[in-house]
Each structure stands twice: as C-alpha cells, then as structure tokens.
C-alpha cells in the first residue's frame, strides 16, 4: 500500500519494515488486526494497519463490514513510544540504538552536500552527528 500525505510519500514497499505485531486471533478471524511500523528512505516513520471488520481497521458501509487498511504517520516520539508499549528492550534498542533519558531522536531533510559535510566532520572528529549538531548549538 503506498499513500501520500501532507506531501510524502508512504510506501510498504519500499520503506524498511522495523516491527510487527498481531492481535493473537486467527487471521481468517473478523477481529484480527496487524500493525506494521515501517522507517522510509528519507527516515519518516509510519504505521501501517489492517484488519477485519470488526478490528480496529475494519470499514464498515451501512449494516455490511469488512476488512481495511490504514497508514499513519509517526513522529520520531510516537514511533518509540509505540514500539516501547508493543515490543521487548531489546527490540526497541535494535531499532533506535540505546535510549538515553535526557535525549531525544530527531529527523531531519537536508541537502546531499550537509549530508556529505557531516558525514565528513564525523569522520574527522571522530564525534556522532548528534554531538556535531550539539556542539553547533
């Protein structure tokens, strides 16, 4: 499933999938639901959710039901409070690294050459981005 949204592009296909999670029904089960959190190329992440008709996915047209399918959009936040609520530690770590409490994990678009500017003064001193851009502050 691929939608755009606010102007980016969401795709299953293409994005990198990072967690899975079902409602422990039956797939062939009207109350069955999976959620899929998914990181894209330009690091945004969304979930994308089905069901049957009676999850929290399902449509409903008049007195008939069936399944549906939604993408939803996550701030950086909300995708590790998602995956803290629905996965292990050590899941959560091998998607976002170790969580230290007083940092936060931020996205950001930038131009190629910022991109190869940073990667280089990485490099050279040897220092994460996140420190770069804090000591830039």
Known sequence: M???????????????EL????????????????E??????????????????NSRYGEWHGNSGGAGEKIMPME??????WS??????????????????????ITADISVSAKERLDSLRKESG???GEIIEGLL
């Open 76 to 81: 950086p936040e909300a995708a590790i409070e």
């Open 127 to 129: 220092k994460s981005i």
């Open 19 to 34: 967690a899975r999670i079902d409602s422990g029904h039956s797939p062939s089960d009207f109350e069955y639901w999976e």
């Open 84 to 105: 803290e609520s629905n996965l292990s530690g050590d899941e959560v770590e091998q998607i976002f690294g170790r969580l230290e409490e007083d940092k936060v994990k």
């Open 36 to 53: 899929v959190l998914y990181r894209t190329k330009s690091g945004n992440f969304f979930l994308y959710g089905w069901g049957g008709g």
């Open 2 to 16: 691929n939608k755009r949204i606010k102007g980016k592009l969401y795709n299953t296909e293409t994005a990198k």
